[in-house]
């Protein structure tokens, strides 16, 4: 969707499982309800993360996502 200002952002949910994601531009994911994992490239480690909790996630990269229980969902907000 592209709000009034004009950025650009999507909403979903994540299921359980692990995910990879490659990212064209800058993101910003917030967690909006439920939790998860996440490794984003060149950092190692994974990171948990639950509701009201965000990650940005360089242009041109990628992020590895885990949901282990129940879903994720969140809003992505391209920079």
């Known amino acids: 969707m592209v709000c009034a200002d004009g950025q650009k952002k999507t909403l979903g949910i994540i299921f359980p499982g692990t995910y990879k994601f490659d990212t064209d531009a800058a993101e910003r994911m917030e967690i ?17 993360f639950e ?9 041109n990269s990628y992020f590895e996502i885990e949901v282990s229980a129940g879903v994720a969902e969140y809003v992505c907000s391209y920079k």
């Open 32 to 48: 909006i309800a439920g939790s998860c994992r996440v490794k984003i490239a060149g950092q190692g480690e994974w990171i948990g």
């Open 51 to 59: 509701d009201d909790n965000w990650f940005d996630v360089p242009a």
